[in-house]
Each structure stands twice: as C-alpha cells, then as structure tokens.
C-alpha cells in the first residue's frame, strides 16, 4: 500500500516546537463495500493503521452485532496476527473479555492501536444500532453524543459526537466532533444551526477544533455557512480552491466529506485511491494539524 504524502517541509515551523497530529475522517458504510457485496473490516483496519493517523472520524459504525456480521474477514485477520485455533472468530483481543463476533466495530478496529475511542449511538434497528465514532491516541476527557434528528419521520438518525482530548502543554483540550448530518438541504440547515449552538456553548473561542465527517452537503450550502458563520476553515479547500469529491469512492462526483478546523494550522493529506475505493462507498480525508 503506497503512504500519503509527506508533510510538506514549509508547513514545519523551523523550531520544530509545534505539536502535529494526523486526522482522518471514513464513511465505514458498517463495513461493507458498495452495494453490500463483501464485508471487508479486517482490510479497512489494515488500511486505517497504514495512515499513521492520530485521531479517527468514523460515520455510520455498527455498535452492535447484526444477522449480517461476516465472520470470514475477522478469521482471516486472526490467522495473520497467528491465532490458529479453529476458535479463532471467539478469540479476544485488546483484553477486551469479548468475542470478535460479537465486538462493537469501533473496538475492532481501534484494537491495540487507538487506546481511547467514544462512540454515539444514533440508529436503532432490530439487527444491533449504529453511530459515529471516533478514535483516538489521545486521552478522551469527555465526550457526548447530540441527537440532530429534528424528529422528522422517515428520517434516518443522526448525531454530533462531542469529544474533547487532552494535549501536552496546552491551556486548551482539542475539540473534536464527528459529523454525520441529513439527507435533506432543510435537515442539514438545522443542523448546522445545531452545530453552531453547540459551538458557542461548549467550545471556547481560542481552543482548537476539528470538525470532520460525512456532511452529505453536495449543493455547498452547508460549506459556506460553515465558513461564513462559524469561521471554520475546510483543510483541502483552503489548499486547493475546493471541497474534494469523495463520493462514489470508485469514481467521486459529489464533495460529501469534510475536514474543518479552527485555530489550528493545517495541510491537507493525499490519499491512494486504492484499497479505499474497494473498501466503502466513501473515500476518506486525511489531513495534518499543527497546535
């Protein structure tokens, strides 16, 4: 698998004092590939580590076992790491006292890697419920999860997932909130009203903040609000001049995935198209923050 590229060398302070963190936001679609055709968590485990990131945005992570987990990728990955036994889909790993059939998506993939992770809850099925999460190398103070479903029937769940992480040295803790916001322009519109009350409440001015998530925002209404209101700057727009298109992952038309920060600086993160693009219906966003 080919890395991202570099950090490139005039976004380095020359002191070296600055305090770098990789982010990474995924669309984990429950961990299947487009259309359903193959559960594949074990290869978007492998390919989420080889990004070395810091901290992990993940949309639309299954909290709970379904009828539909496929346990053929989780013994594949067991036999890898040397796990032999014809047990191995009840093995545990991480000390977690739970079988990998059974084990939350997030715990799965966080595994030894990411020792703090937060989830919230937003759709309720009778096959298990599913959220966002986030991973992180970083302690998690808190975190908590804001319900943004307006109630509308039909509509699916959503949610804010809150998090606030502690960093060396700093007054402040990093902010960290994963999206995922509506289907509907009307929807979406109040949940960035949403969004921005919780901004003005719970995030000081002067702290630094990382937004990142599935936006479903491809008319860019949501984006200049975004900007305009909350003073947030989008990472790879702010480079290149525009959101990046992230949606069909095999051949992206529509800019639905976001990474947006506020009192940090930052350079944007190129990613490989594959594996990503046989790996969920969403390619990710990589980017670099400097504190």
Known sequence: MRLPVPLRHDEVSPDGAEHHLRVLTLNLHKGFTVMNRRYVLAEIREAVRATGADVVFLQEVAGAASHRHDLRPVRTLAGRVGRRTASAATTTIGGTGQSLARMPQYEFLADTIWHQHAYGRNAVSPAGHH?????????????????????????????????????????????????????????RQRQIDLLGELLRDEVPAQAPLVIAGDFND????????????????????????????????RHPVLRLDRIYVRNLRHVPIGLPKRPWSHLSDHAPLAAEVML
């Open 218 to 249: 491809w008319r860019l209404c949501a984006h200049e609000r975004l900007q305009r209101e909350l003073k947030l700057q989008e990472v790879h727009a702010h480079a290149h001049g525009r959101a990046p298109r992230t949606f069909p992952a």
């Open 131 to 187: 959220g966002n999460a986030l991973l992180s190398k970083l302690p998690i103070l808190r975190h908590r999860n804001v319900d943004v479903s307006l109630d509308i029937d039909g509509v699916e769940k959503r949610g804010l997932l809150h998090c606030e992480l502690e960093l060396p040295n700093s007054e402040y803790p990093l902010h960290a909130i994963c999206v995922h916001l509506g289907l509907r322009e009307s929807q």
